[in-house]
Every structure is written in structure tokens, then in C-alpha cells.
């Protein structure tokens, strides 16, 4: 069954503390992105990465790392330094990086504060 | 820089009739346009795209959309709404030429009411 699996499906995160969101594809894309949902502002972009070994930040990429050591693995970090973390977060995949290529998406996971 | 704007937070409509869920997009350039669709916490499903050609594309379930290059308006259509299409909807823009990501608009909730 190919597609973009994200886990966990839910998240809590306490205080000071780093916690890391899983996204994995077997679609054999090169290019995959990080995105943050929340509620009436639409998706927002944290980091892409259009090849392995390489990535950029998006438009809200403060609080956040990620890495890409392999093709199929793009995890997000949310670090302590991300003072509103609570949102929902998707993780996304394209065959190249090129401007007309779908992004596909995996379910999300839903990262909460304790 | 780009941007996409759903003028309507919400479009109600009777099952059976047509529907409409508006967009508008400002790019330097030309743009590639895309429709999503979101369940309730899940992930976003691409229903189509505009990439070059015909103004009229046709996607998923039944729905399709028109690019108005004077108007910059990409509208998502159906000709007869169901119930199950109920759900938050995205418009999303990428300029063909500079640096450009995938840019969303805020979302359309649709309410197809039996």
C-alpha cells in the first residue's frame, strides 16, 4: 500500500521539551515538505527538502529542525524554543520539487502542549 | 510575492444543486493552480490542478474548475452536490518563474445540507 504514513496521530508535548514527528513515503519522491495547519489561517510552510542530504526553510521555520538522510524519511523536531507549538501538522511529498508537481499528503498528527 | 484568497469561509448548499467555492490568486508571474480537500482531522486530498491548456479541468469526484486569467479566478465546481462532500476546501497557487512555493488560502468550509 503505497503513500505517506505520519506518526504519531496524536502528540503531547510538555514544557521545554523537544519532541520529533515521523513522516515516511514509499512513493520513491525526491522532494518533501513540512506544513502547519492551523485553524482559519490555512497551511503554512516550515521546511522542503528537494533531495536527500538537503534542505530549506519555509516561511515559519523558527522553533523547528528537520534532516533528511534518506529518501523515504523526512522527521520534524519541534524544539522548545517553538513557543506556540499546539497546531496540526502534515507532512507532504512530491516526485521532483518541480513548480507543477502535486504535493501529496500523509493524515497529520496533532501536536498538543500539556 | 503570491497569494490566495477564498472570499468565503463557508458555502451552503442543498444536495442536488450546484455548487461553487471561489478563488482568487495574485502571482508575479503565471501560475499553477490546485484544489485540495480536507476531512475532519485528516490529511488534504488533491482533487486538480491547472498547469497550461484548457481554461476548464476536470478531477476527482465529479468536480472541476475554470481558470480566468482576467479575472485571476480559479473556482471549484460540481454540478450536483452530494453530502459527502462536506468538508474544508483549499485553493492553492505557484508561480511559474522565481522563487516560489506552494502558497494556500485559507480554506472554504462546504455544507451540503439532505
Known amino acids: 500500500d503505497g503513500g505517506i504514513t505520519q506518526s504519531p496521530k496524536y502528540l503531547f508535548r510538555k514544557e521545554g521539551q523537544n519532541v520529533t514527528l515521523s513522516c515516511e513515503q514509499n512513493l520513491n519522491h525526491d522532494a518533501m515538505y513540512w506544513y502547519r495547519q492551523d485553524p482559519g489561517q490555512g497551511l503554512r510552510l516550515i521546511y522542503y527538502s528537494q533531495i536527500v542530504n538537503d534542505f530549506q526553510k519555509g516561511d515559519i521555520a523558527e522553533g523547528y529542525s528537520v534532516s533528511r538522510e534518506k529518501k523515504e524519511s523526512f522527521p520534524l523536531t519541534v524544539t522548545s524554543a517553538q513557543k506556540n507549538p499546539t497546531a496540526f501538522y502534515l507532512c507532504a511529498s512530491s516526485i521532483t520539487s518541480d513548480r507543477m508537481e502535486t504535493q501529496y499528503f500523509g493524515p497529520g498528527t496533532r501536536l498538543l502542549v500539556l | 510575492a503570491q497569494s490566495v484568497a477564498q472570499p468565503e469561509d463557508q458555502v451552503n448548499v442543498a444536495e442536488g444543486n450546484p455548487l461553487t467555492v471561489k478563488c482568487t490568486y495574485s502571482v508575479s508571474g503565471n501560475p499553477y493552480l490546485f484544489w485540495y480537500v480536507q476531512y475532519p482531522n485528516r490529511g488534504l486530498q488533491f482533487l486538480l490542478k491547472?498547469?497550461?491548456?484548457?481554461?476548464l479541468v476536470k478531477g476527482s469526484y465529479g468536480f472541476e474548475a475554470e481558470f480566468n486569467k482576467s479575472q485571476t479566478s480559479f473556482h471549484l465546481k460540481k454540478p450536483s452536490a452530494l453530502v459527502s462532500d462536506s468538508a474544508l476546501y483549499f485553493c492553492a497557487v505557484r508561480d511559474r518563474a522565481g522563487y516560489s512555493t506552494l502558497t494556500f488560502g485559507k480554506g472554504t468550509m462546504l455544507l451540503v445540507s439532505p
Open positions: 491547472y498547469i497550461t491548456g484548457d481554461n
